[in-house]
């Protein structure tokens, strides 16, 4: 497939479609999102509050959910298309099958937008302002979760639909090692399926439910447990396709080869073991959950470190071999032989570079001990909007100038354009990644719409709260600036000119290719079976003790509002008041408030 | 395609992908990424030296605590 001379376009007609569609779903989720991040920036700092601070967390759902679901998502969806259909040269079964699990897709984030967006309208009696992390004691309106739950299974028929793409392939060529890119969607979408049974467990059989009103009660430490074993896998899932693109893409655009294919096969192998069995790294401060639990975690995260240093290796190294066939010469010297004035390339090559940042402040965040000192700050914001915000999403931006006029055969408008565009994302997140993870330090919590406090003053050790806060606005509308040039450019190439001279759809060739990977890398099976002995290795005794603690739907709490710990105070100090004689109705009453406060804390 | 046989200005305005031609094969024998080494090697020094900044960060109050003493020391003198 190296050699091809056709644009997507025309190879694939009826997959283009599919592919600009599912793009174009993910970058209207980017532009509402986006917009929402500069409200959030705005209002946080106090610069300009023009909304209620209890909608300002409606807000923060909208960015989470719409950003790292349906962007990333809708993205990846478009992109696995394009891998498979393009590495194995062979269209999808059936178009009409295809576009249904998209269509599931779309109806699933039109509803839990729908639940999300009725949070600002007081006239319905809908809403769903419970963050990304939906777990309880917050509660939204069943259509979010209804929503989410079409969404992810419509995920998993598009990865069947991937899979049964493969295996017809396999049946026609059964002695061909499995191309890399179709090898990274497989393995990604393992991981999918072993990740994605956590939250549709906890959402299908206890937080719709108790949504629903069918049970008073739930286990928070268990749905939150539930909601970890898929909250860090889908981190990955964000990140895989942008680790493709930085292996098959980018040494492609740097003007050389891919260092090595069996290198690639071993990190997506590594991502599918170790992804899953680490999400209690999260709960590192949630109480019931044992010491010991915490720790196997830890070490599983630190093993992650490994693939992502072997990608640093890798795609460095396929940089380099571009910049010395392209002249470069001397130990640094080479790098200023790379194109930089390819916005594919540059804005590629600084999402990397932000990512390996944002290396540092994981290594922190993973730290059992040092993870106390920055959990729920703004540390651990400024860490994902390296990660996920630039590190997947400046490299899918970048992309997209790549395959625009390979879906619609039109030119890209503007170079120029974009290319200021990838640098403006660089640039507005460092200052406001580096505030905020200044800002952490300093313990200035995270989702909090006004952390600002009457007689108490975060201290700065070095330059001051007010200058953490410049940083934060300037860049966050830098930011937003950004994803308009974007915006216009995608936009603009769409209703420009046709291109007659449009590159063929090709992807990276390899210094050192599949015929050096040891078989045993391509037998899934094997991998998914050690992936499900470690996930059971790491799961099975923490749930048991979690509900063998709190009951699989703990304590009769219910869904109530958070302000119950003082009404139920009220009520009891009524009570008290009004029947004295009355002790075993008052102490019942105070116990609940207790627990509420607990758990809401 | 055309960017291939054409110079490099053509690419630059056609943006979406056009990839310049090498001006010289590097096959894998011949390959050796020592500015891969320099640059990764570059790194782990930030990684070393942001892991010992942490032991301060963490350990003697919430102050980064060298920078401040250092500029404290400057102040001083």
Do not use: C
């Not at chain 1, 590190?391 to 408008?413: C, D, E, I, N």
């Not at chain 1, 007010?466 to 936009?491: K, P």
């Amino acid at each position: 497939m190296t050699s091809n001379e056709t644009p997507y376009l025309e190879q694939f007609p009826g997959e283009a479609k599919l592919v600009k569609a599912a793009f174009w779903s993910s970058f209207i989720s980017l532009a509402i999102g986006a917009l929402f991040g500069v409200i959030q920036v705005l209002h946080r700092t106090d610069v300009l509050r023009f909304i209620d601070s209890a909608d300002y967390y409606t807000v923060l759902t909208i960015h989470g959910v719409l950003l790292v679901i349906s962007f990333t998502i809708f993205f990846l969806v478009g992109l696995f298309t394009w891998a498979i259909t393009t590495s194995l040269d062979r269209p999808l079964p059936s178009l009409r099958f295809s576009w249904g699990w998209y269509g599931m897709m779309v109806a699933g984030m039109l509803a839990s937008a729908f639940s999300m967006f009725a949070g600002f309208i007081d006239s319905i009696d809908v809403s769903a302002s419970v963050l990304f992390t939906f777990y309880a004691p917050l509660q939204a309106h069943p259509l979010y979760y209804i929503g989410l739950v079409t969404f992810v299974v419509g995920t998993w028929v598009a990865g069947f639909d991937w899979i049964r793409t493969w295996w017809g392939w396999k049946q026609d060529n059964p002695d061909e090692r499995i191309p890399l890119p179709t090898f990274m969607v497989l393995t990604t979408m393992i991981m999918w399926y072993i990740a994605t049974l956590g939250v549709a467990v906890a959402l299908l059989a206890f937080i719709l439910p108790w949504s629903l009103g069918l049970v008073d009660s739930i286990n928070p430490t268990l749905t939150r447990t539930l909601f970890w074993f898929f909250g860090h896998p889908v981190v990955y899932f964000w990140l895989m396709p942008a680790y493709m693109m930085w292996y098959i893409m980018l040494p492609k655009v740097a003007g050389g080869k891919l260092f090595s294919d069996p290198l690639a096969r071993v990190v997506f192998v590594l991502f599918l073991v170790l992804s899953v069995p680490t999400g209690i790294h999260h709960q590192y401060l949630d109480p019931g959950i044992a010491e010991g639990f915490k720790f196997i975690a830890m070490t599983n995260t630190m093993f992650l470190l490994l693939p992502s240093f072997l990608t640093a290796f890798t795609v460095v190294a396929s940089m380099e071999h571009g910049a010395r066939q392209r002249g470069g010469t001397g130990y640094l010297g080479w790098l200023k032989a790379l194109p930089w004035r390819d916005p594919v390339f540059t804005g590629m090559a600084l999402a990397g570079m932000m990512f390996a940042a944002a290396g540092f402040s994981g290594m922190i965040n993973a730290g059992m001990n040092i993870n106390y000192l920055v959990h729920n700050t703004f540390w651990v914001v400024g860490h994902f909007h390296l990660t996920v915000g630039t590190g997947v999403a400046l490299t899918f931006m970048a992309v997209s100038y790549w395959f625009m006029p390979q879906l619609t055969g039109k030119r890209l408008w503007n170079r120029t354009v974009a290319l200021v565009q990838v640098l403006l994302w660089f640039v507005g997140m460092t200052l406001m990644s580096n505030a905020m993870h200044r800002g952490g330090l300093l313990g200035i919590p995270r989702r909090t719409a006004e952390p600002q406090y009457d007689g108490f003053e975060f201290e700065a050790g070095v330059g001051s709260v007010a200058e953490l806060d410049a940083q934060i606005v300037i860049g966050g509308i830098l930011l937003g600036l950004s994803t308009a040039l974007f915006l216009a450019v995608m936009i603009g190439t769409v209703l420009g000119p046709r291109d007659d001279s449009l590159p063929g759809n090709n992807y990276a060739e390899t210094l050192s290719g599949p015929e050096d990977a040891p078989l045993v890398l391509d037998n899934l099976k094997l991998w998914t079976i050690i992936a499900i002995i470690l996930v059971i290795f790491a799961y099975t005794l923490p749930l048991l003790s979690i509900i063998s603690r709190g009951g699989l739907f703990g304590f009769e709490t219910g869904g109530l509002p958070l302000s119950i710990s003082l009404l139920g105070s009220t009520i009891a100090a009524t009570f008290g008041e009004l029947l004295p004689a009355a002790g075993s109705v008052t102490a019942p009453l105070e116990t609940a408030a207790t627990t509420l406060t607990g758990i809401v804390r | 395609m055309s960017s291939e046989t054409e110079p490099p200005a053509s690419s630059q305005e056609a943006g979406g992908g056009h990839v310049d031609g090498p001006i010289r094969e590097i096959g894998h024998d011949e390959y050796d990424p020592v500015g891969t080494l320099a640059l990764i090697g570059l790194y782990f020094l930030i990684l070393v030296a942001l892991w010992f900044f942490m032991y301060f960060v963490e350990f003697i109050g919430n102050d980064p605590t060298v920078v401040g003493s250092i500029l404290g020391g400057v102040m001083v003198a």
